[in-house]
């Protein structure tokens, strides 16, 4: 069993930066495919970007693409959302989830993850 928790959602303006934590617990991340989804208010949960377990791949939704970074640290057993020049588009809860996995396919779906935290709310004005 994984447990996810979130920090460094806030309130920012469009053009400005957050960094998100995951900060992962019962388990070493290495052995897991990493990923940050959101959810927007009435809109379904996507994905936004993911890592391998591994660190040898990462990959991202097309609308952040170039704007937002992943990174981990094994050994702090965290993961990273970097994201940069935020738009009001942007406004969303993060949520940062996990599958274990060892392999290199890049997992996209809601429901190819199995561990989820409680999501980090990150708003984004014009």
């Known amino acids: 069993q994984v447990q996810l928790v979130e920090s460094g959602g806030g309130l920012v303006q469009a053009g400005g930066s957050l960094r998100l934590s995951c900060a992962a617990s019962?388990?070493?991340?290495?052995?897991?495919?990493m990923g940050w989804f959101r959810q927007a208010p009435g809109k379904e949960r996507e994905f936004v970007a993911a890592?391998?377990?591994?660190?040898?791949?990462?990959w991202y939704h097309d609308s952040v693409k170039g704007r937002f970074t992943i990174s981990k640290d094994n050994a702090k057993n965290t993961v990273w959302l970097r994201m940069n020049s935020l738009k009001p588009e942007d406004t969303a809860v993060f949520y940062c989830?996990?599958?274990?996995?060892?392999?290199?396919?890049?997992?996209?779906?809601?429901?190819?993850?199995?561990?989820w935290g409680q999501g980090t709310q990150v708003t984004v004005s014009s």
């Open positions: 890592i391998l377990g591994s660190g040898s791949a990462t």
């Open positions: 019962g388990d070493t991340i290495s052995s897991y495919t």
């Open positions: 989830t996990c599958t274990y996995y060892s392999g290199s396919y890049h997992h996209t779906e809601e429901y190819e993850y199995d561990y």
